[in-house]
Nanobody
Framework: QAQVVESGGGLVQAGGSLRLSCAAS??????FAWFRQAPGKEREFVAG????????FYTDIVKGRFTISGDNAKSTVYLQMNSLKPEDTAVYYC???????????????????WGQGTQVTVSS
């Protein structure tokens, strides 16, 4: 049975950093993405990575501040978040797919496997 588990969320001051981890098991996964959802807002794409492409993809609002990386052999993906802002406050979800294509999808429904989410709160 496939399982995706996030960890690493917490409370941090504006300008600080956090590193989220996502561990997947039970299947051979080809691509991962991080999404986030703030209260009253829709779930939005943050960053995506595929083992068939050398370059990850980021939404513009986190580009230059967040870095997604991963270890294919361990089916583990990370999201390093620097220069955090209060507007980054949200529940962060890891999503996974057994396919490696396309490199990323902005639509949550295109990822079959999801973790339970981890809360990130950035205080001003």
């Amino acid at each position: 049975q496939a399982q995706v588990v996030e960890s690493g969320g917490g409370l941090v001051q504006a300008g600080g950093s956090l590193r989220l981890s996502c561990a997947a098991s039970g299947r051979t996964f080809g691509r991962f993405a991080w999404f986030r959802q703030a209260p009253g807002k829709e779930r939005e794409f943050v960053a995506g990575i595929s083992w068939s492409f050398s370059s990850p993809f980021y939404t513009d609002i986190v580009k230059g501040r967040f870095t997604i990386s991963g270890d294919n052999a361990k089916s583990t993906v990370y999201l390093q978040m620097n220069s955090l802002k209060p507007e980054d406050t949200a529940v962060y979800y890891c999503a996974a797919d057994v396919s490696r294509f396309p490199r990323y999808s902005l639509v949550p429904d295109e990822y079959p496997y999801w973790g339970q989410g981890t809360q990130v709160t950035v205080s001003s």
